[in-house]
Nanobody, 122 residues
């Protein structure tokens, strides 16, 4: 299973970016999905998470009201719409997915994307 992110880049404060993360490979279903970020010298932190049915989404307090996470189960893809970006949002953003690989085993495997750089200039 591979997770491939796209959509990062350089943007001015107040601008917007949309990140995508597409999963491919041996996938029966994807349960929880999440976006994380890691700024230089800091620990990786959860930005947003969404459950399998897309009925429940949680956000870090620092991004509430500015970021929106969504998923397209048919495409095995998750998105992070980031509006009103601030310099403190600068980080490498990673996606994570909990994948069930077949219909028999209920085991879930955790996969990470390679990361995409988001830089917000002041």
């Amino acid at each position: 299973v591979q997770l491939v992110e796209s959509g990062g880049g350089l943007v001015q404060a107040g601008g917007s970016l949309r990140l995508s993360c597409a999963a491919s490979g041996r996938i029966f279903s994807i349960n929880a999905m999440g976006w994380y970020r890691q700024a230089p010298g800091k620990q990786r932190e959860l930005v947003a998470a969404i459950n399998s049915g897309a009925g429940s989404t949680n956000y870090a307090d620092s991004v509430k009201g500015r970021f929106t996470m969504s998923r397209d189960n048919a495409k095995n893809t998750m998105y992070l719409q980031m509006n009103s970006l601030k310099p403190e949002d600068t980080a490498v953003y990673y996606c994570k997915a909990d994948v069930r690989r077949d219909s028999i085993s209920r085991l879930q495997y955790q996969y990470w994307g390679q990361g995409t750089q988001v830089t917000v200039s002041s």
